[in-house]
């Protein structure tokens, strides 16, 4: 289960300050938490407006890598500020994201296709974020079929089906579930991502939807997840139900985790 740290990201109050003040102390340290807390990858935003947004990154890129040697997400949604950032990483890492929307696949995909980054393909187009199921897996599979047409393998594609919030949509879940389940039977190899936290806004004691979310969403093929590695009961969650997919060979890592202090008693 790949973890993406969530927290350097300009849409968070708190690090959008951070980024407004050029304040390298905040942004340090949120580095330096999440990849203490094991995460395998650190998502960078920089939420700024189009004309701030590369120096931005640029910014962010080299605080982030000074600190830690935690490959990076470059997160954008603009494909020429991504493939502007890839230069600067230090070690191949994964880009969030790309769609099947503005041409993002085609303006994308020929720049890093001889790469070996993992990148993370929205299913939505220019009809917008579906909430059927059935069109999630066609999304995906246009995705996927433009990417191996510029040879970019099938295991390098990380699929967000890109649930819609419980508030307003029922069936958010199960909606996400049926198309991870769908495209995995479609294309088999392929990855499956998503950001926790999406699915429960606007609703109070969020922390307790997103742990049900990562747990069912683990049920249902996803192996990856872009969230906070700091929140000890996320952490928790997630390697207990590693443990119950019969994904951690002699509980290793769930032991190693709690022992190390991550989630449930503190060292000393």
Not at 2 to 29: L, Q, V, Y
Not at 145 to 162: H, N, P, Q, V
Request: hydrophobic share 40%; aromatic share 6%; net charge negative.
């Amino acid at each position: 289960m790949i973890i993406i740290g969530e927290k350097i990201n300009g849409s968070i109050p708190s690090t959008a300050k951070a980024i407004a003040e050029r304040d390298e102390k905040f942004i340090r340290n949120l580095a330096r938490r999440q990849a203490d807390c094991g995460a395998d990858y650190l998502d960078v935003n920089a939420g700024a407006s189009p004309d701030m947004e590369r120096e931005t990154l640029r910014w962010l890129i080299g605080i982030v890598q000074d600190e830690v040697d935690t490959p990076i997400c470059i997160d954008s949604s603009s494909p020429e500020s991504i493939l502007d950032a890839i230069p600067l990483a230090k070690k191949e890492g994964m880009i969030n994201s790309v769609s099947d929307e503005a041409r993002k696949c085609e303006r994308l995909f020929p720049g890093v296709a001889k790469t070996g980054w993992k990148i993370i393909a929205l299913t939505c187009d220019d009809n917008g974020i579906p909430t059927d199921p059935g069109v999630k897996r066609k999304i995906a599979g246009t995705i996927i079929e433009k990417a191996a047409a510029e040879g970019i393998e099938r295991d390098r594609l990380y699929i967000d089906t890109l649930v819609n919030t419980i508030a307003t949509t029922p069936r958010a879940q199960l909606s996400f579930s049926e198309a991870v389940r769908g495209i995995n039977e479609d294309w088999p190899g392929v990855h499956f991502t998503s950001g926790l936290s999406n699915i429960s806004f606007g609703m109070p004691f969020r922390k307790a939807i997103n742990m049900s979310f990562l747990v069912l969403a683990m049920n249902a093929g996803m192996d990856s997840a872009i969230m906070d590695p700091t929140n000890s009961d996320m952490l928790a969650a997630l390697y207990a139900t590693r443990l119950m997919l019969d994904d951690d060979e002699y509980c290793a890592d769930y032991l190693t985790t709690y022992r190390d202090g991550l989630f449930g008693a503190k060292k000393g």
